[in-house]
């Protein structure tokens, strides 16, 4: 397998504290994508139609840190409203905001774009977010990520806890607007989006804009750019260049307040960011762990899997780690996912089980027994690395594009 170091782009470090006042006018630090707006009440992210998505996207990463949003979520059935850290390598930690439900907010983490499970989302009270600024802050450091609302930490979570996902790569910050429930997604997302209201976005009662008057962002480590090395992903492989990683934080979080998490249990919710939130097409979006049976496959061998390049369904690149030779097809909640090619057209799991079942020696039970034995061997760490090297090629990849 390449280095990632070889393919990987270095990130540039932002390695002190900024705070980027809103209310004064669009920042230098960051892109915009869409249209975002400036007045004195910070920066507007309006979506009036279906395809709008406004954004920001920093310049400069981050590797440790804390981050204070202040923010008003966008109003309006299906529309959502982000607040993302996310990573070349699909590390990511989130606060989002549905526009149907002015009460919560939920708050979500992945690791390398990983959904090999379903239980990482929590909702949090947060009344009157879209009538009223509130502050919202990600500490995150080597040893644990809190979620604070207003100050009071809501949310904590450890690498431990994280089953393998523990995002520890240097991190961008993006915030914007998107309508998850816009007609031309699938089910599952304009139900996650509409809180199960039913229907979809309804344009006719827009505009509907999400407003961010100020982020302040203090990089924990120091140095002028982050680089990659070998393929574990993990904290302990990044360099800085000129400085430091600095593992642990500055900043004091108190305990989790009583009553400040729920977890989120729907079978419709958000897969990892690649605009404001969605990853690859053929991964189940869902946080339940009763997922639909046709959601799930045998793993195919190292030597089957192939890695494409593609787009989200809010045309965002995005990366697909999928057996060769598989085709789209639904689930039946209307979710995108990808089959395993038949038996007769790989060369996993083993030789022998083909023959077997072209013979007519082995029953399915058989046959699907043989399958589990072959999936097995490809560990956790296995798929880490993949998707880890997958996603840093798409990272160059869009960096030469954009030269």
């Not at 934080?249 to 009553?259: L, Q, R, T, Y």
């Not at 060369?347 to 029953?363: H, L, R, Y």
Request: aromatic fraction near 8%; include cysteine.
């Amino acid at each position: 397998m390449q280095s990632t170091y070889e393919c990987c782009p270095a990130n540039p470090a932002l390695g002190r504290a900024v705070t980027i006042d809103f209310t004064a006018g669009a920042s230098d630090s960051f892109t915009p994508q869409g249209n975002p707006t400036y007045d004195p009440n910070g920066a507007s992210f309006t979506v009036a139609k279906s395809g709008d998505s406004p954004q920001l996207t920093s310049k400069w990463y981050i590797m440790f840190g804390h981050v204070e949003f202040q923010i008003k979520a966008a109003p309006g059935v299906g529309i959502v409203s982000s607040a993302v850290l996310q990573s070349d390598a699909l590390d990511e930690i989130d606060f989002e905001w549905l526009g149907g439900d002015s009460s919560q907010v939920q708050s979500n983490y992945f690791g390398k774009g990983q959904t090999t499970t379903y239980n990482r989302g929590a909702s949090h009270p947060d009344p009157n977010n879209q009538a009223d600024f509130h502050t919202y802050a990600i500490d995150w450091t080597a040893d644990q990520i809190a979620w604070q609302i207003d100050g009071k930490t809501v949310r904590t979570l450890s690498p431990d806890a994280a089953q393998g996902q523990y995002p520890q790569t240097p991190m961008m910050v993006k915030v914007g607007a998107w309508s998850g429930g816009d007609s031309a997604n699938s089910p599952g997302t304009i139900s996650w989006a509409t809180n199960g209201a039913g229907g979809t976005t309804d344009y006719a009662n827009g505009p509907y804009s999400m407003m961010v008057k100020s982020i302040a962002v203090t990089d924990y480590s120091t140095g002028t750019q982050y680089s990659y090395s070998g393929t574990s992903g993990t904290w302990q492989s990044i360099q800085s260049e000129g400085g430091e990683i600095n593992s642990s934080g500055s900043k004091a979080v108190g305990p989790v307040e009583a009553g400040s998490s729920s977890s989120t249990t729907s079978e419709a919710a958000p897969l990892p960011f690649s605009g404001t939130h969605k990853a690859a097409e053929t991964t189940q979006t869902a946080t339940s762990t009763s997922l639909p049976q046709d959601s799930f496959g045998a793993l195919p061998a190292d030597g089957d899997l192939e890695t494409v390049a593609a787009y989200d369904q809010r045309g965002f690149p995005t990366t697909i780690v999928q057996a060769k030779g598989a085709t789209k097809q639904y689930n039946n909640q209307g979710f995108l996912i990808t089959a395993n090619p038949p038996l007769a057209a790989r060369s996993s799991p083993t030789a022998a089980v083909a023959q077997a079942v072209d013979g007519g020696t082995m029953d399915g039970a058989e046959v699907n027994q043989e399958i589990t034995k072959t999936s097995a061997a490809v560990s956790r760490s296995d798929m880490t690395q993949l998707l880890f090297a997958a996603a840093c090629g798409l990272a160059a990849l869009t960096g030469m594009l954009a030269l």
